[in-house]
């Protein structure tokens, strides 16, 4: 059996089982979860959740809204059970054990105020796939791509809904062409870059179902100072998760 870690986050406010050697979250999570914003009561779903982190930490910063999360690998859908369990955060998060490209088969149409992802974005075709599948599905397009996840979207969000995303900011033109071409139409934007002086690295994305024409590009985030060291504003990330 694969060895596990149980790992702390939120300054210990939160546990997270996760595989010692198989797929396990990266920083690309914690940022798309600072990044979401909801403003009241509802429902909202994370596609392709993986260990749950995305709606185990919201649930502690929106806990008045019903997260599910969506996963096609059995054996992270479990992990992530087990650490809504741990964390007593039952009658927050329900996690699915399913697939985003047949979204019809677990979920009613416009059933959901906010969508999140962070989705697998390497190509099957670039560069050498990992021998681990947890880690090969979660970072390939192999079960799901972009175009997968967002389908999904459209179909689950109800009128003026939200979806919250993170992307390789060099695949921004394919993102914003496959938003509308899904009619949601992005709002908010903010590029993260790996250090002052690198090119962007991400871009964190806001997008409204059927919304006009308008977009807000906030400050740009970045990660490490010429030290290697967290700068005070990714720091103030962690806080404010906290």
């Known amino acids: 059996m694969n060895e596990e870690t149980l790992d702390e986050i939120l300054d210990g406010r939160l546990r997270v089982f996760q595989k010692k050697r198989g797929y396990r979250f990266s920083l690309d999570a ?7 914003f909801l403003k ?39 992990l992530a059970n087990r650490s809504i369990e741990l964390n007593c955060l039952q009658n927050h998060i329900n996690i699915v054990h399913g697939d985003a490209r047949k979204i019809k088969n677990f979920f009613l149409a416009h059933s959901f105020d906010a969508v999140t992802f962070n989705p697998p974005y390497r190509k099957i075709n670039s560069g050498r796939i990992n021998p681990d599948k947890e880690k090969a599905i979660a970072r390939h397009e192999i079960k799901g791509s972009l175009k997968d996840f967002l389908q999904a979207a459209k179909y689950l969000l109800k009128p ?20 509308r071409a899904n009619i949601i139409e992005p709002k908010r934007m903010k590029f993260v870059f790996s250090a002052v002086n690198s090119d962007a690295e991400f871009v964190l994305v806001e997008g409204r179902a059927g919304a006009r024409e308008e977009l807000k590009i906030e400050p740009s985030l970045v990660i490490y100072d010429e030290d290697r060291r967290y700068t005070d504003h990714m720091n103030s990330v962690f806080t404010d998760l906290a």
């Open 160 to 179: 003026s809904g939200k979806i919250f995303t993170i992307y390789p900011a060099k695949r921004l033109a394919q993102l914003v062409s496959l938003f």
């Open 30 to 36: 914690v940022l798309l979860a600072h990044f979401v």
């Open 40 to 78: 009241a009561k509802g429902k909202a779903i994370d596609l392709g959740t993986g260990s749950g982190i995305i709606p185990l930490i919201l649930a502690t910063r929106f806990p008045h809204v019903a997260w599910t999360g969506l996963e096609i690998q059995a054996s992270l859908a479990e």
